[in-house]
């Protein structure tokens, strides 16, 4: 398989994820159970986790070392840039998260659905380019970044999209949507990881000294998300252990993926 292919399925397999997720509006009825809602998202936050740290900032911190740098000095620094960098979007685009009335960002005039809609999107922003950095660093040609290891990104970004498109869904068909439209919606939060991930492979391949950096901040912006909602979406109201089994186990699935492919 050539580098073109190699990247066109590399973007694919975190689409088809949220795409299957979202067409779970079509073969289950009625709102999803708190308890699998839970499990869920803690799913995604230890997929998420353990994918900055085996993913990203090793291979960061591997890459100063190889290139006779300081080696912390570039997971630190792109690190806390990515926290910062969706600090500013969380503040500036309006959404609303699932289980609040209150929409945060800048004041608009959008609807519930559209905002639910944009909430999701903005969490997809950073895995996008978590895939991209990676895919990136594959194609450098480096030894730190192999294609297997690239490819276990994908697949466990795709994995944890599952339950994200599902969980954005269904709520949407309970709000008034139409199945088809909530599926649509589904779908498109989950365009923006493509065309995310493309566009950090063309700026990386521009900047290739600097990939130690973007690798970070795509891990600080990936943690952000995890912290910000993902982690106290899981833990809110009752039963909150099963979010931490469901975090647990996400996160053994993402080690063992990236250690045993990577």
Same mark, same amino acid.
């Given at each position: 398989?050539?580098?073109?292919?190699? %990247?066109?399925?590399?973007?694919?397999?975190p689409l088809l994820g949220t795409t299957l997720g979202s067409a779970m509006v079509f073969f289950l009825r009625g709102e999803m159970r708190p308890g699998l809602q839970k499990a869920m998202l803690g799913f995604a936050s230890g997929v998420m986790i353990?994918?900055? %740290?085996?993913?990203?900032l090793i291979p960061a911190i591997e890459m100063a070392e190889a290139a006779g740098g300081v080696a912390w000095v570039p997971a630190v620094t792109g690190f806390l840039l990515g926290i910062g960098f969706l600090l500013l979007l969380d503040t500036l685009i309006p959404h609303l998260h699932m289980d609040s009335a209150q929409p945060e960002g800048r004041p608009c005039g959008l609807g519930k659905s559209l905002m639910l809609v944009l909430a999701v999107t903005l969490h997809n922003i950073p895995e996008g380019m978590a895939v991209g950095v990676v895919l990136a660093g594959m194609l450098s040609g480096g030894s730190v970044i192999t294609t297997a290891g690239a490819f276990a990104l994908a697949v466990g970004i795709a994995i944890q999209n599952f339950p994200e498109g599902a969980i954005i869904s269904m709520p949407l068909v309970s709000s008034g949507l139409s199945k088809g439209r909530a599926f649509r919606y589904g779908f498109l939060s989950g365009v923006v990881e493509p065309v995310g991930a493309a566009i950090t492979i063309l700026l990386t391949s521009l900047v290739t000294p600097v990939l130690p950096y973007i690798l970070s901040f795509a891990a600080g912006a990936m943690i952000y998300v995890v912290v910000e909602e993902l982690i106290p979406e899981a833990q809110a109201g009752e039963h909150s252990n099963i979010g931490t089994v469901g975090a647990a186990l996400g996160f053994a699935l993402m080690m063992v993926l990236d250690v045993a492919l990577g």
């Open positions: 398989m050539n580098d073109f292919w190699k %990247v066109a399925v590399g973007l694919a397999i353990a994918a900055s %740290v085996w993913s990203l």
